[in-house]
């Protein structure tokens, strides 16, 4: 069971980077690391994934050291728009995703 | 695409009374997955099928929790009967695989909100 360890909530005012950092002790070797941002009243959906180093998109950037025991997603210049729950998800021992409850980022003006 | 699809948006119902949430997963999407979300226990997945065949139902947390899937366009989560406690919101979701080794991401529905009274 690979789950995941990360902080309950975050606050940052807007135009600042904000780190969200997720424990991720029980990697498996082959899993890649994903994380999901859900916006209140809808449903997770997908933001960003890799397996090491760095990755980039249109949306964050997600930080993975050499020993793949944490991953570190950046947002950049938040707006009030970001505030959500980001979930860094295990894999579980049925080969699945286990969600937890994220971490909530409230944007302050 | 039209994403994934749940039905109904909202329910709002009685203790004791018979509840089914419906969903229709992305096409082309070999897997299908029910979560619930609350505020205390956060995403809990109840329950996921590959090719319209239950996987695996460990999450379920009663008999009286009960998921179906009889083509690959629809499925559904009864509840019977209702309780107070099974008050959340039901997320259906679908991807092309499993995650793990290649990682194929999730793509969740708008969800239901349940309330039992």
């Known amino acids: 069971l690979a789950k995941t360890t990360q902080p309950i909530s975050m606050d940052s005012y807007e135009g600042q980077e904000v780190n969200i950092t997720c424990s991720h002790n029980n990697i498996a070797t082959n899993d890649y690391i994903t994380w999901y941002q859900q916006f209140p009243s809808q449903g997770p959906r997908f933001i960003i994934q890799?397996?090491?180093t760095k990755v980039t998109n249109e949306v964050a950037s997600l930080f993975i050291p050499a020993d793949r025991k944490s991953s570190t997603l950046s947002l950049p210049r938040v707006s009030l728009s970001d505030t959500a729950v980001y979930y860094c998800?295990?894999?579980?021992?049925?080969?699945?995703?286990?969600f937890g409850t994220g971490t909530r980022l409230t944007v302050i003006p | 695409d039209a994403g994934v699809i749940q039905s109904p948006r909202h329910e709002v119902t009685e203790m004791g009374q018979e509840v089914t949430l419906r969903c229709k997963p992305i096409s082309g999407h070999d897997y299908l997955f029910w979560y619930r979300q609350t505020m205390m226990r956060g995403l809990e997945l109840l329950i996921y099928?590959?090719?319209?065949?239950?996987?695996?139902d460990s999450g379920m947390p009663e008999d009286r929790f009960s998921a179906k899937m009889p083509n690959a366009s629809f499925s559904t989560l009864k509840i019977q009967p209702s309780e107070p406690r099974d008050s959340a919101v039901y997320f259906c979701?679908?991807?092309?695989?499993?995650?793990?080794?290649?990682?194929?991401?999730?793509?969740f529905g708008p969800g239901t909100r349940l309330t039992v009274t």
């Open positions: 099928f590959n090719n319209n065949v239950p996987i695996d």
């Open positions: 979701a679908s991807s092309k695989g499993l995650a793990g080794e290649y990682s194929y991401e999730q793509y």
């Open positions: 998800p295990g894999r579980t021992g049925a080969n699945n995703l286990f």
């Open positions: 890799g397996y090491k």
